[in-house]
T-cell receptor
Framework: GENVEQHPSTLSVQEGDSAVIKCTYS??????FPWYKQELGKRPQLIID?????GEKKDQRIAVTLNKTAKHFSLHITETQPEDSAVYFC??????????????FGTGTLLAVQP | DAGITQSPRHKVTETGTPVTLRCHQT?????MYWYRQDPGHGLRLIHY???????DKGEVSDGYSVSRSKTEDFLLTLESATSSQTSVYFC????????????FGSGTRLTVV
């Protein structure tokens, strides 16, 4: 089955700097890669996703890149702000094509943005 | 809110007792999931359902069973709770056609003493 590895487990940056979180996946059939943000004591919430037919996607200060050949994808946050502090999870899935939609998650990255 | 509610929100139970957690949705989504969240392990899939009475095992299904007799309800049962099942349990729903990932419930914090 699918296995998703995520690094680093913790990341501390200064406000205004960029943050990068990286994930690798094992199942070459995976074609959908979402990122979730979880604030302390809250539920995980989708912040951005990318499909395997796209190499990069941006939404304001957040971007995700995908390298299908290497089977890795990354989350980039620019101009970080204290409210970006949270745990971030990557995930992978074989959405569509008759496969049952079930996300396999990475182990999470605790991002701390220092004011 | 998100159209998905979990109950109870918190529960403390004793080792060896059965426990049932409930996930209820008002979105009429086909897919429902139970995950557990533990430090250092992220979110791990316990069981999932792809329709009424259609369920399957996830990564960490031992010691858990599920039932889905109605589209809106997905129940997770710990047959005989153990301390290793102390965790935060999240339910999620998905409409596969949308391809927009999951919507999570607010979670249930379960402590087995």
């Amino acid at each position: 089955g699918e296995n998703v590895e995520q690094h680093p487990s913790t990341l501390s940056v200064q406000e205004g700097d960029s943050a990068v979180i990286k994930c690798t996946y094992s199942d070459s059939a995976s074609n959908y890669f979402p990122w979730y943000k979880q604030e302390l004591g809250k539920r995980p919430q989708l912040i951005i996703d990318i499909r395997s037919n796209v190499g990069e996607k941006k939404d304001q200060r957040i971007a995700v890149t995908l390298n299908k050949t290497a089977k890795h994808f990354s989350l980039h946050i620019t101009e970080t702000q204290p409210e970006d502090s949270a745990v971030y999870f990557c995930a992978a899935d074989r959405a569509g094509g008759g496969a049952t939609n079930k996300l396999i998650f990475g182990t999470g990255t605790l991002l701390a943005v220092q004011p | 809110d998100a159209g998905i509610t979990q109950s109870p929100r918190h529960k403390v139970t004793e080792t060896g007792t059965p426990v049932t957690l409930r996930c209820h949705q008002t979105e009429n989504h086909r897919y429902m999931y139970w995950y557990r969240q533990d430090p250092g392990h992220g979110l791990r899939l316990i069981h999932y359902s792809y329709g009424v009475k259609d369920t399957d095992k996830g990564e960490v299904s031992d010691g858990y069973s599920v039932s889905r007799s109605k589209t809106e309800d997905f129940l997770l049962t710990l047959e005989s709770a153990t301390s290793s099942q102390t965790s935060v349990y999240f339910c999620a729903i998905s409409e596969q056609a949308s391809g927009r990932g999951y919507t999570f419930g607010s979670g249930t914090r379960l402590t087995v003493v």
